[in-house]
């Protein structure tokens, strides 16, 4: 069982720092305010970065996290992808550290493409009060603070290996030749 929290609701501190993200805070707040079911399309980079990652890739990075490491900031589901919410900088230093692990050089379906929006990007977060029915928007960890603890790019790096070691387990030894003969050494006179 996971021990990955369920809180689907912002609280009204979470609201407030989602909307610091924002170049207009009091305007986001007020859009909240009159539609608190509508998703909206923050700016990364300064409140935070995004690492986007396939959904079921990005519920094991989630799960390795909060089982083996230090937890998660704010979670959201928004087709078909995990955002997970980062700090500031993690989508600039992310790449080369994933290009240093030789991230998708091999086991390509245990490895997919991670995504990584810092600034001058934007994402669409999903209402910060209601659940999309669908379940195609909505928050796994929801915003609760005005100053969540954001993983950095190593600690990203790391739930990404371990999610991907968890999918694939890799041998240090080549795979077998099927066409070898095998010879039973145990009998030997």
Request: aromatic share 8%; proline share 11%; net charge neutral.
């Amino acid at each position: 069982m996971s021990s990955t929290p369920n809180v689907t609701r912002a609280t009204g501190d979470g609201i407030a720092w989602m909307a610091s993200a924002s170049t207009y805070p009091r305007s986001t707040l007020a859009l909240w305010e009159e539609r608190p079911d509508a998703p909206v399309v923050l700016p990364c980079g300064t409140a935070f970065d995004v690492v986007s990652a396939p959904a079921v890739f990005g519920r094991r990075m989630l799960d390795r996290l909060w089982d083996e490491g230090p937890g998660s900031g704010p979670v959201a589901v928004f087709r078909g992808r995990v955002l997970l919410f980062t700090a500031p900088g993690t989508a600039q230093r992310l790449p080369s550290l994933l290009a240093w692990e030789e991230w998708g050089s091999t086991r390509a379906d245990a490895v997919p493409p991670l995504l990584c929006h810092g600034p001058g990007d934007a994402v669409t977060v999903p209402p910060l009060t209601t659940g999309d029915a669908s379940g195609s928007a909505r928050w796994l960890v929801a915003p609760d603070t005005r100053h969540p603890w954001l993983p950095g790019p190593e600690i990203a790096l790391w739930a990404a290996v371990r999610a991907a070691r968890a999918a694939v387990r890799i041998s240090i030894f080549p795979p077998a030749d099927q066409d070898a003969k095998v010879y039973d050494v145990s009998r030997r006179r």
